[in-house]
């Protein structure tokens, strides 16, 4: 009996041996892939496209249903299989990126897979294009052995379809004639040698120009590594940005580019020429991004004595207007157009209507403005005083205003020549000169009868 137990008790030992070593070949049978340098929305799924398969020449086969993969490296399978091998980095990732070969299974990052070989991962982000991943599982070089299985991390490359653009928050308010300074960003695509990857922004103004130098070039200050500044005619309201320089490595044709997925910062000048000025940026026929800074209006009211009752606005008075620097307004169909130094080669605006108002367009809503009368209404003089437009408080902002209100002095009555006082004093004299003349003929005329 007790050489039962015996014998028992050492089975079950065995059994638990073999318990363990199964476990622990089991966990060792697995490795983990993990993906590097994607943006934080972004999602993947993969599929295993090479397969371990010890009856084959390489000890790999094609998984079946991922061939386009590899038709370019071969006539056969094993071939496509050594020549794939034997390619350099970018050959293979160009190859696999102009195949096209989609993937539905989700992929979870990182991921533990439990089979050896490679495997095709396909990524979606909103704003980017994702090229496929290869990733490779392989065998432990010591043993050589399946249960070696090696984890792996593979770097997303991924290329921009849409770019930010910004404005100086002291550009949002401008003035026409204004320069407003845009900032530009894009993510630099990674490109494998031979494969077709651009980068081109198109960038479109309306209400605006881009400034350019005595060439009539746009200058575009580019802002990663040692990139050279960039100088690009416009045509018309558009400036296309080809920054194709940055992604072929010019100086070495068998490297990859080598600013790959690095951020690219590039700044230009637009003069404001209308009311509000609009600037989109795009990528292809991607969504633009939208940048606008605005200009606000300036409203002169002109009414008669303050304090006066009634109080009357008055039409016909004429103003120009005058900035902090003392210079005098231009305008064309009320809107600012530029600046002069006298009053009298400024543009004057009238004011009209019931309200006697005169509205003009085109200013800056964080700078000051004053009206400066030089034509008072009939009846009225000439205020000498300037007033200043205020800026209203939570005006939205394509609705910023400036309002003053200017108040004038009638004319002083003069006396003059003729008038009403003339005449009754003229009148009197002749009353008396006739009493005086009747007294002196009644006087005679007694004088001779006696």
Do not use: C
Request: charged content about 20%; overall charge negative; proline content about 3%.
């Amino acid at each position: 009996m007790k050489r039962v137990k015996k014998l028992l008790t050492l089975m079950l030992a065995v059994m638990m041996m073999l318990s363990m070593t199964i476990i622990s070949s089991a966990a060792e049978k697995s490795a983990v892939i993990t993906i590097t340098g994607a943006g934080e929305g972004a999602t993947f799924t993969y599929a295993q496209v090479i397969k371990a398969d010890t009856s084959k020449a390489t000890g790999w086969a094609i998984v079946p249903g991922y061939e386009a993969l590899f038709a370019s490296f071969g006539n056969d399978e094993q071939s496509q299989i050594e020549g794939y091998i034997a390619a350099s980095e970018s050959a293979r990732a160009a190859a696999i990126k102009a195949a096209n070969v989609s993937t539905s299974d989700v992929f979870t990052n990182p991921m533990t897979v439990s089979k050896a070989g490679l495997y095709l991962i396909n990524g979606t982000e909103e704003g980017y294009d994702y090229n496929p991943m290869l990733a490779y599982i392989g065998f432990d070089d010591k043993t050589g052995e399946e249960k070696g299985l090696v984890d792996t991390t593979i770097k997303a490359k991924r290329t921009p379809k849409t770019v930010g653009k910004t404005v100086a928050d002291t550009d949002k308010f401008v003035q026409v004639g204004d320069e407003v300074t845009y900032t530009l960003t894009a993510t630099i695509p990674y490109s494998p040698k031979g494969s077709q990857t651009t980068l081109v922004i198109t960038d479109e103004l309306t209400g605006g120009k881009f400034k350019v130098n005595a060439a009539g070039k746009a200058v575009v200050t580019v802002d990663v590594g040692d990139a050279p500044t960039m100088e690009i005619t416009p045509d018309g309201n558009k400036l296309t940005i080809d920054l194709a320089s940055l992604i072929i490595n010019s100086d070495d044709p068998k490297v990859d580019n080598k600013y790959a997925n690095m951020t690219v910062t590039l700044t230009y000048v637009a003069i404001v020429t209308g009311t509000e000025i609009e600037n989109k940026a795009y990528i292809g026929n991607n969504p633009a991004t939208v940048v606008k800074s605005y200009t606000g209006k300036l409203k002169i009211t002109k009414m008669n004595e303050a304090g006066s009752n009634p109080s009357v606005a008055l039409a016909g008075a004429g103003f120009v207007v005058v900035n902090a620097d003392g210079k005098f307004a231009t305008l064309e169909n009320g809107v600012l157009t530029g600046w002069v130094d006298k009053a009298d080669d400024a543009t004057i605006i009238t004011t009209e209507g019931s309200d006697g108002t005169a509205t003009v367009e085109g200013f800056d809503a964080n700078k000051t403005y004053k009206f400066h009368e030089v034509v008072a209404p009939e009846g009225y003089k000439i205020n000498p005083n300037d007033v200043t437009a205020e800026w209203k408080p939570g005006m939205a902002d394509n609705e910023q205003i400036a309002e003053a209100t200017m108040h004038d002095l009638k004319l002083s009555t003069l006396p003059f020549t003729g008038g009403k006082g003339t005449a009754a004093f003229t009148g009197f004299g002749v009353l008396l000169m006739s009493i005086g003349a009747g007294l002196f003929f009644a006087n005679k005329k007694d004088k001779s009868v006696k």
